[in-house]
């Protein structure tokens, strides 16, 4: 055999074995991305709205309703961006009494709750939304621009990568909510 | 430069024997850390925090795989360490030996060690804009063999600062895809007259052996994350481009790097995560009369360039509370896949290096 075939031949060798280890590593690669991904298959849920979820439930121990029934509800209406956040509140006894986490499919349902949650889905229709439950003793929560200052009661904001809130204490006081201080001393106030 | 026989310390089938066992190693790890933390990704229930709790609650949590940028006001100080082993010879993709280098040049190179201590600290004044200034120091030594006299070359010394701007342009910091435009610039902070002297005589430093360019290299580039609750993903292209010449009467060649990888988040603490790196880098332009090109294939322009894949294997430690909250450690090592040099040039062998970082 010629150098210039024994060269060929040897450069063709190690072609193949770097192909095969290349092909051997891909395989193990994928095995072992593969066995994790299949134990952790579990809901996913996102941070800003578990913080959102723990301020709802909160808010209800810093306001007070002028009546209460046996459960205080806690309604979303439009777009649900909670996920599974809200699903821990369920069942949980605050003031003597049973949470119930609800998704409405109408403003009409919203007048039986004692907190709505207005998801910015509905942001064009808020002063419906506002006019319809003028007469209902129910806190409004958003999370729009401009919520609070339209007539909404708390609006959940995001500052410096954490989650604050407006309150309008007017719309809370024509709807017959009593906040307390504490809770307004943390909030940034607005007006109609 | 004529090719001879392979070696025999470099075969591909050992490197994959290597690489299996290492990602055996890291999977069953991976396994039983998985297993450990079945809860981790359910929903937390926060209703425990009082008001003043949750009022100061972090919206963007740091975690073990993600920190390329950061939220609004965040600062980060790092350290990372970088460790290159360099020994046996390529010409193109044929490994050449000393011997047949020395029928050409009075004298070769006949291993190099390559160490880096980084220093970097960022700041994002705002959750798109993230900056961040990075200040190397470097130990290069290189065994050289000349009349069968052996002697190491050695030179230390700060690198080239390096400043980048990293902007997002889609997506946001809280959100899983983003695309970032990086702009950046290295200023000539490093050296470019190194000198060593052998037996009583004084000469100026061979190419790979300098600690900086020289010039000021503009280093644009882009950037994709991905990231979801336990997976995160990215690819980055970074460029350095040179132009005009140093006070040396060179420059070195342009270079093109892309990069992809993969983390897998086991738990809130640990994260293994695979990486391929590609690399092109051009011959030096011009040349340093002070350094002979006809002593050693170092000191040659024309064979300085060259393409490499590396294929890279890392562990990512995050500390999520405690005195160390927010500390992020990270080790990586691997080897070239691929290495195709502008030689007779030293082939990287292995490549090592671990960062720790401290954001608030």
């Known amino acids: 055999?010629?150098?210039?075939?024994?060269?060929?031949?040897?450069?063709?060798?190690?072609?193949?074995?770097?192909?095969?280890?290349?092909?051997?590593?891909?395989?193990?690669?994928?095995?072992?991305?593969?066995?994790?991904?299949?134990?952790?298959?579990?809901?996913?849920?996102?941070?800003?709205?578990?913080?959102?979820?723990?301020?709802?439930?909160?808010?209800?121990?810093?306001?007070?309703?002028?009546?209460?029934?046996?459960?205080?509800?806690?309604?979303?209406?439009?777009?649900?961006?909670?996920?599974?956040?809200?699903?821990?509140?369920?069942?949980?006894?605050?003031?003597?009494?049973?949470?119930?986490?609800?998704?409405?499919?109408?403003?009409?349902?919203?007048?039986?709750?004692?907190?709505?949650?207005?998801?910015?889905?509905?942001?064009?229709?808020?002063?419906?939304?506002?006019?319809?439950?003028?007469?209902?003793?129910?806190?409004?929560?958003?999370?729009?621009?401009?919520?609070?200052?339209?007539?909404?009661?708390?609006?959940?904001?995001?500052?410096?990568?954490?989650?604050?809130?407006?309150?309008?204490?007017?719309?809370?006081?024509r709807t017959g909510l009593n906040i307390s201080s504490e809770l307004l001393k943390l909030a940034r106030l607005v007006k109609s | 430069m004529e090719e001879s026989h392979r070696k025999p310390q470099r075969p591909c089938g050992i490197m994959a024997l290597r690489c299996f066992g290492a990602l055996t190693l890291l999977w069953v790890a991976t396994y039983f850390a998985e297993a450990q933390s079945v809860d981790s990704d359910a929903t937390r229930d926060l209703t425990g925090l009082s008001l003043e709790e949750l009022y100061n609650l972090d919206v963007i949590q740091l975690n073990v795989i993600g920190g390329h940028t950061h939220p609004a006001h965040e600062i980060m100080f790092g350290y990372e360490f970088m460790f290159m082993d360099m020994g046996g010879h390529l010409s193109g993709t044929r490994d050449v030996s000393e011997t047949e280098i020395l029928k050409h040049f009075p004298s070769a190179s006949t291993g190099m060690t390559v160490e880096e201590h980084m220093v970097e600290v960022m700041y994002a004044p705002t959750n798109k804009l993230t900056v961040m200034a990075m200040l190397p120091i470097k130990h290069i030594d290189m065994d050289m063999v000349m009349d069968r006299f052996h002697f190491t070359e050695h030179s230390q010394g700060i690198g080239d600062l390096q400043i980048l701007a990293l902007y997002t342009v889609l997506g946001s910091v809280t959100k899983g895809n983003r695309l970032i435009v990086d702009a950046g610039m290295s200023f000539p902070t490093g050296s470019i007259d190194e000198k060593n002297t052998i037996l009583g005589e004084t000469f100026k430093l061979e190419y790979p052996m300098q600690l900086g360019s020289g010039i000021y290299d503009f280093r644009p580039g882009l950037t994709y994350l991905g990231e979801s609750k336990k997976w995160a993903w990215g690819a980055e292209a970074l460029t350095s481009l040179r132009f005009g010449r140093n006070g040396n009467g060179y420059r070195l060649g342009n270079e093109y790097g892309l990069t992809g990888w993969v983390g897998y988040a086991v738990t809130d603490w640990f994260a293994p995560s695979l990486r391929v790196n590609g690399r092109i880098w051009g011959n030096v332009h011009g040349a340093d009369p002070d350094i002979d090109p006809t002593v050693d294939a170092e000191g040659d322009p024309h064979r300085q360039g060259g393409r490499r894949v590396d294929f890279l294997m890392g562990v990512n430690f995050f500390v999520p509370n405690g005195i160390f909250k927010r500390t992020r450690m990270n080790i990586e090592g691997g080897f070239p896949i691929y290495e195709d040099l502008d030689g007779p040039q030293l082939s990287t062998r292995w490549l090592i290096s671990a960062g720790l970082t401290y954001s608030f």
């Open chain 1, 1 to 173: 055999m010629r150098d210039a075939d024994r060269h060929l031949l040897l450069a063709r060798t190690f072609a193949a074995r770097r192909l095969f280890s290349l092909a051997a590593l891909l395989s193990v690669a994928c095995f072992y991305f593969q066995a994790p991904h299949q134990v952790s298959a579990q809901s996913l849920s996102s941070r800003e709205y578990e913080i959102k979820a723990a301020y709802l439930y909160n808010f209800i121990k810093y306001v007070d309703w002028p009546s209460y029934g046996d459960t205080i509800t806690i309604g979303v209406l439009g777009y649900d961006p909670f996920g599974t956040a809200l699903a821990p509140l369920n069942g949980k006894v605050v003031k003597g009494r049973r949470l119930l986490v609800k998704h409405l499919d109408s403003v009409r349902e919203a007048q039986q709750c004692q907190i709505i949650f207005v998801s910015s889905s509905e942001k064009q229709r808020l002063q419906d939304i506002f006019e319809s439950l003028r007469s209902a003793r129910v806190l409004t929560v958003g999370e729009t621009q401009g919520f609070a200052d339209g007539g909404g009661i708390i609006n959940f904001i995001e500052e410096n990568n954490k989650v604050r809130f407006e309150i309008n204490a007017e719309a809370a006081r």
